[in-house]
């Protein structure tokens, strides 16, 4: 079924871009948005709350739902509570965990060294505190002034973005096994589809390496490939030496692995 990119971005306008996995999308907003254009309750944006609940039912000309719950008390504007995450520095043991797991980079620090919150680009998302080796993140209420409307949709562009710039390197650096990994691997088909139609956000490319062949493979399928093709060729130089039974059917189930995983790499 082909996606209907302009709805979708009307929807995914219309969500926090907290990129949180609240709803049930484990990739954030995007894929949320792309749901509910296929017909998933648009009720269930917890950051969001029933404002957002309430306009994504008048944009879908759809009945009016009550907004999943919070945890949080509800603030003035009708959203759940607003939440900053506090590193508590002289614990920090610099691991970079946190760094990778923030969807809107705004953590800062390098390898061993002591990391710090940007607490103006932080959304609360809370998405760092379970990598937290030592445990000393904390989550503290935002009580800085509720944004304006339009200041909200400033917001949610600015968050979108780096969200994007963020799915990229991330992606490539999970390829090229550089640094911890501690988000699980994100889906960029559907984030590189939309930045080809949406020229507002940044482009992202859908991260695979190719071999020589053509073929698509990720880093895991590339190493078993690698491994593969080492344990082939030594045990064709062993037999052309000398011929030997066991190997040559030892070298024929290799072979044959080696084309299957070609086969379901492309
Ligand atoms: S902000 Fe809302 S739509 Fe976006 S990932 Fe979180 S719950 Fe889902
Ligand atoms: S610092 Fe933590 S809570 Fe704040 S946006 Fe990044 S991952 Fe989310
Ligand atoms: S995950 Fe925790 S210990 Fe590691 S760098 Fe971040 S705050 Fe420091």
Not at 56 to 73: F, T
Not at 222 to 251: C, G, P, Y
Request: net charge negative; charged share 25%.
């Amino acid at each position: 079924m082909s996606l209907n990119f302009p709805l979708i971005q009307q929807i995914d306008a219309l969500l926090p871009q907290t990129q949180c996995g609240l709803c049930g999308h484990r990739d954030g907003c995007l894929p949320y948005a792309k749901a509910i254009s296929e017909g998933e309750a648009a009720n269930k944006c917890i950051p969001g709350g029933q404002p957002v609940a309430d306009q994504l039912a008048n944009l879908l000309n759809r009945p009016i739902l009550q907004a999943e719950e919070s945890v949080w008390p509800i603030q003035q504007d009708g959203r759940p509570q607003r939440m900053k995450a506090i590193i508590r520095e002289e614990e920090c043991i610099g691991c970079t965990k946190c760094i990778s797991a923030c969807p809107v980079d705004a953590i800062v620090g390098s390898g061993k060294l002591m990391h710090t919150i940007f607490t103006d680009l932080c959304t609360g998302c809370e998405l760092c505190i379970p990598p937290c080796p030592v445990d000393c993140i904390d989550l503290v209420e935002d009580h800085n002034l509720l944004p304006s409307a339009q200041e909200q949709i400033g917001l949610q562009d600015n968050l979108r973005n780096r969200y994007y710039s963020h799915i990229t390197r991330e992606e490539k650096r999970r390829l090229e096994r550089r640094g911890p990994i501690v988000r699980a691997e994100i889906d960029t088909t559907l984030f590189a589809d939309f930045s080809k139609h949406v020229k507002s956000v940044p482009i992202v490319e859908v991260q695979c390496k190719t071999t020589e062949t053509g073929l698509n493979i990720d880093a895991k399928t590339t190493i078993q490939l690698a491994r593969l093709r080492t344990q082939i060729k030594k045990l064709e130089k062993q037999l052309s030496v000398r011929e030997d039974e066991k190997k040559r059917i030892q070298l024929k189930t290799l072979e044959a692995e080696l084309n299957d995983l070609q086969g379901m790499s492309v």
